[in-house]
């Protein structure tokens, strides 16, 4: 498997001098640390890119004084404000739980990185149930939050809680089920893989593979923006109405550690979009991805992106500022959005999602996989344009990054097959 910064290699590397249950384990610490770099560096811009919108949007300035003219650095200011503030419990909460929340709410958004392919090889796991695995750690938030509001010991934290808790549970279906759709389109759930099946031009990403692929893209957006508490589904924290929600009896840098936590996800969340419809590290643009990217891989060692290079790293790097840009304007999108609409009521948001999309996303689920059938009727082939089908098109660099494991699980499976014509089937 291949991973940030050649995992196997710096694994082996460091095996030759203290072992290699102690090599994987700081390989292991090595990835850790620069998937939190960005966990941690994210929510600073986008607490500040937030600021900025809202102020242009409501036709004032925004920060303006901390770091120079644009106030770079008041989201770092309010940081080491927080750090310093008393860190409170109430005498009714739960002790244990009220201090352990943050964390479990911190651990599974942080968790779901692990599997985010930033590049072509540059991911820390490199999972064949990608999609599934982070889609299922980052449910778990869910459990951090109504342990906050069940641990504060008031009754408007309980309710926050509550109403998350209803919330995520509901819309985790039809997010699943639209990330779905172009996992059925791929047939794989390992988003590196889905990611190499959208090289080439932009009109091959999956946002335009099929009506759809295109709708549920915005579905997802849509039950994505909600699953991550942002308005206007944003009923936990509903100031008006419950004081600050879930998260009213906290304070100092566990305060922190939620909204860290909820500007995380939504880059999280984004990432999942960004690898399955929009193109994962591709920039849209033959010539560049086939062409200078390819030749790129080519300076100083082998085009195979598993292999450590300067031309494979450069390459890589431009694919991660590529990957990080869409990402970004996603979740600019959900910052524009928040300040946009007004904030549903809690019998709207449930109504949204059980009446309308829940059942939008189960008609897209079944219409995906209908399709090719269809078009295969009607037509003769499973695409609408003549042309190489998408499920024999198998991307160069993916038959590079094959990990020998599997290699050797495919020639196992040769040879029964050499055996089965020999022999004329198995015993």
Not at 402 to 407: D, E, K, L
Not at 417 to 422: E, F, G, K, N, Y
Request: aromatic fraction near 14%; charged fraction near 15%; hydrophobic fraction near 50%.
């Amino acid at each position: 498997m291949t991973g940030l910064l050649a995992a196997d290699t710096i694994a082996e590397f460091l095996a030759g001098y203290v072992g290699e249950a102690s090599g994987y384990g700081l390989t292991a610490l090595i990835h850790a640390v620069i998937i939190i770099q960005f966990f941690a560096v994210a929510p600073l811009f986008y607490i500040w890119l937030e600021r900025k919108v809202a102020g242009r949007i409501q036709d004032r300035l925004g920060p303006t004084r901390v770091g120079g003219k644009f106030g770079w650095l008041q989201t770092l200011a309010d940081g080491i404000k927080l750090i310093q503030k008393e860190d409170l419990c109430p005498g009714a909460a739960d002790g244990m739980l009220f201090r352990l929340s943050p964390y479990l709410v911190f651990v599974a958004s942080f968790g779901a990185f692990l599997v985010l392919p930033w590049s072509d090889g540059w991911v820390a796991q490199n999972l064949d149930v990608g999609v599934f695995f982070m889609l299922a750690v980052m449910s778990l938030e869910v459990i951090g939050v109504v342990f906050a509001g069940y641990s504060s010991g008031s009754k408007w934290s309980l309710f926050g809680g509550m109403r998350e808790a209803a919330q995520v549970v509901s819309y985790e279906i039809p997010m699943a089920m639209c990330a779905l759709v172009p996992v059925i389109v791929a047939g794989t759930l390992n988003m590196v893989d889905v990611s190499r099946m959208q090289s080439g031009w932009f009109t091959n990403w999956f946002l335009f593979h099929n009506p759809f692929c295109f709708v549920a893209f915005w579905v997802y957006f849509t039950v994505a923006t909600a699953s991550v508490k942002r308005a206007p589904f944003d009923l936990a924290e509903a100031e008006s109405e419950l004081v600050a929600g879930f998260h009213t009896e906290y304070s100092g840098i566990r305060w922190s550690y939620f909204f860290m936590a909820e500007y995380a996800s939504m880059f999280a969340v984004s990432g999942i979009a960004t690898a399955l419809f929009l193109g994962g590290w591709y920039t849209g643009i033959a010539p560049i991805d086939e062409g200078i990217l390819v030749s790129l891989r080519e300076v100083g060692g082998s085009p195979s992106p598993g292999v450590t290079s300067v031309g494979n790293y450069l390459a890589n790097l431009v694919g991660m500022v590529v990957f990080i840009t869409k990402g970004c304007l996603l979740v600019f999108l959900q910052i524009w959005v928040r300040w946009t609409l007004p904030r549903l009521r809690i019998d709207q948001v449930m109504q949204t999602c059980l009446k309308y999309l829940l059942p939008i996303s189960c008609v897209l689920f079944v219409g995906v996989s209908v399709w090719p059938l269809l078009l295969n009727s009607c037509l003769g082939r499973t695409t609408v344009l003549p042309g190489e089908a998408l499920g024999n098109k198998v991307p160069r660099a993916r038959v590079h990054a094959v990990a020998p494991r599997t290699s050797a699980v495919f020639e196992r499976d040769s040879n029964m097959i050499v055996a089965d014509r020999a022999g004329g089937g198995r015993p």
